[in-house]
T-cell receptor, first 116, second 117 residues
Framework: AQKVTQAQTEISVVEKEDVTLDCVYETRDTTYYLFWYKQPPSGELVFLIRRNSFDEQNEISGRYSWNFQKSTSSFNFTITASQVVDSAVYFCALSEAPNTGNQFYFGTGTSLTVIP | GAGVSQSPSNKVTEKGKDVELRCDPISGHTALYWYRQSLGQGLEFLIYFQGNSAPDKSGLPSDRFSAERTGGSVSTLTIQRTQQEDSAVYLC???????????????FGPGTRLLVL
């Protein structure tokens, strides 16, 4: 079963619009960590955020904000006032409490295109 | 500060040949991961090294794939008798030691683009 689901394969928005990227995860662990990464056209994945399962407080960093809801097993990512430079593939990832390892599970990514 | 580096950045090989891909993790990072990303796809976990522990090889797709990590630092991913379906970007990531049950954040290298003709 897919542990991390990013149902939106591709999204296009016009510059300055807000956009939300969805991430739904599945785990039986009570302690886990969620991540978002950005992969611009250059190809290198860039770490954006890490949240642990005990901290449901939403986080804002500039134009980026994250909405973590354990009740719906979701960790959605919103970009406010999108810019062309936000065009990239965004990956959500889950790391379960490492008992025997520290494997990460990545979603299939959402390709965001911001149209000028 | 140096990030994760990978070499070569691009590799073109003929079907049936062996290839070696190299990853230099961030200094001090004890965990190292290899992933494969096929065109337009997500990340496929291949193998994970943590310190001196036995590696987690559960993601290796076949026995043609192997990896080693020498001295707890540099890692080499080897693909023997390459096939066309091996064409992909191979990404390496490293992370700092886990703190208790808290995993370190993974930092990725630029990847090696492998094309098997």
């Amino acid at each position: 079963a897919q542990k991390v689901t990013q149902a939106q394969t591709e999204i296009s928005v016009v510059e300055k619009e807000d956009v939300t990227l969805d991430c739904v995860y599945e785990t039986r662990d009570t302690t886990y960590y969620l991540f978002w990464y950005k992969q611009p056209p250059s190809g290198e994945l860039v770490f954006l955020i890490r949240r642990n399962s005990f901290d449901e407080q939403n986080e804002i960093s500039g134009r980026y904000s994250w909405n973590f809801q354990k009740s719906t097993s979701s960790f959605n990512f919103t970009i406010t006032a999108s810019q062309v430079v936000d065009s990239a593939v965004y990956f959500c990832a889950l790391s379960e409490a490492p008992n025997t390892g520290n494997q990460f599970y990545f979603g299939t990514g959402t390709s965001l295109t911001v149209i000028p | 500060g140096a990030g994760v580096s990978q070499s070569p950045s691009n590799k073109v090989t003929e079907k049936g040949k062996d290839v070696e891909l190299r990853c230099d993790p961030i200094s001090g990072h004890t965990a190292l991961y290899w992933y494969r990303q096929s065109l337009g796809q997500g990340l496929e976990f291949l193998i994970y090294f943590q310190g001196n522990s036995a590696p987690d090889k559960s993601g290796l797709p076949s026995d043609r794939f192997s990896a080693e990590r020498t001295g707890g630092s540099v890692s080499t991913l080897t693909i023997q008798r390459t096939q066309q379906e091996d064409s992909a970007v191979y990404l390496c990531a490293s992370s700092s030691p886990s703190t208790g049950r808290r995993p370190g954040t993974q930092y990725f290298g630029p990847g090696t683009r492998l094309l098997v003709l």
